[in-house]
């Protein structure tokens, strides 16, 4: 059964345990677990790619069909799907299983695909095809956007947002973070302040700056410094990334205090982790304790602080302050 991207209330109607994915645009793949899936779900997930179901493919059915007493509901997400799982699917049919959805996330499927006409011929299982954002669809995300954030933005910056996305939610969802972060303290933004912020992406961006900082990358670091020269609104914003990315980095070095296995607490952790971001993410959470996080939580308020009161004297004061541990 086919459900489209643009149609998935119809989800609520059906009853389903199997949901393929398909197509090149992550973004919308991300969005529908988080909105349709991990939202109000208290149950376990689990994340898999496609060779780690297949080397142990008995061992998962079994696990598909044995139900402890105590067992919660589970939400099994695996990753990379190629045609290799169409016969395990055609076995998990066979014997219904019960308290566990399963969502497979492939890239493009052609038409004569084993998984992609299994699952749109079967009655019992949904597929989504997932194609590249129009402007259309990117319109309506920055107006989400704008109504929930209570800000407001002129049609032409609009226009430029959706030009530089590239037709890529991902990259619309960045530059709107970054609006997001810079509107904290300037409530008005213009053409200019998006022009600035949105051309970071074309050589490195403030979240690559942030993001190197807390995985200790000095080299990295320098380079980024190096190839930008950044504004004191630049400035707040990079203060205000690392601050966020370090309360998040917090949360999961508290997880890791109680749970031993730092990859489970990552693949874990809710609002859900983007697949690129993981391997860096657990470099930052293997280069500090969680002592030295809130550390730099607190130096970061200060530092935000010395900024505002002498902003020429902004960059330097941040460029020192990401450049040494």
Known sequence: MIIKSFELNKLNSYEFNLHLIFGNNEGIKEDIIKDFYLKNFNGEVLKYDEQEILSNKEEFLSSLLTKSLFQTDKLIIISRGTDKLASL?????????????????????????????????????????????????????????????????????????????????????????????????????????????????????????????????????????????????????????????????????????????????????????????KDILKKQAQSWSTDDVKEIIFKVNNLEAQVKKNAVNSMLFVSNFVSNY
């Open 89 to 277: 699917i055609s076995e998990i049919l066979e014997s219904p299983i019960v308290d566990i959805k399963i969502v497979i996330k492939c890239s493009n499927l052609e038409k004569k695909s084993k998984l992609r006409n299994l699952f749109e011929k079967e009655k019992e299982l949904v597929s989504t095809p997932v194609y590249e954002d129009d402007t259309r669809s990117l319109s309506f995300l920055i107006n989400n956007f704008l109504r929930e954030q209570k800000l407001n933005l002129s049609q032409e910056i609009k226009n430029i947002l959706i030009e530089r996305s590239k037709g890529d939610r991902i990259h619309l969802k960045n530059e709107l973070l970054k609006i997001k972060n810079l509107s904290i303290s300037k409530h008005k933004l213009n053409t200019e302040d998006v022009l600035k912020l949105s051309n970071l992406a074309e050589n490195y961006s403030v979240f690559e700056l942030s993001d190197n900082y807390l995985a200790k990358n000095s080299k990295k670091v320098s380079n980024i410094l190096n190839e930008n020269n950044y504004s004191p609104e630049d400035c707040i914003l990079i203060i205000r990334t690392i601050l966020s990315k370090s309360k998040r980095l917090l949360k999961i070095r508290s997880e890791i205090d109680n749970e031993e296995n730092i990859d489970q607490v990552i693949s874990s952790f809710k609002p859900p982790i983007f697949w690129k971001e």
